[in-house]
């Protein structure tokens, strides 16, 4: 069950952390281009690392990392439109977790 409480800031920053990384492990970005994502940062679409193939293999390192499990009808464009988008969705995960 969702709560409208906030995310503890370790958490969210947890998420954070894990997603950066992911992102540089998994698409071979460079610790700058990481850096310099925000919330608004388009991801798919954006990113020419982040193809339909490097999708699965993203998603499946997110779940590994975050102990999470994404269900293939969680996955949906605007979910991985932005770096905000997809750090929104994993976040309500843990809290559903």
Do not use: C, W
Request: aromatic share 4%.
């Amino acid at each position: 069950m969702a709560s409208n409480l906030p995310v503890p800031v370790e958490e969210s920053g947890d998420i954070d952390l894990v997603l950066r990384q992911v992102l540089q492990d998994v698409l071979g970005l460079s610790a700058e281009r990481v850096a310099e994502l925000d919330a608004d940062s388009g991801l798919f679409g954006h990113l020419p690392e982040l193809d339909s193939m490097a999708v699965a293999g993203l998603l499946t390192e997110i779940e590994d990392r975050l102990d999470i499990l994404i269900e293939d009808d969680e996955v949906d464009g605007e979910m991985l439109e932005s770096y905000g988008g997809l750090h929104a969705f994993l976040t309500e995960k843990r809290l559903d977790a």
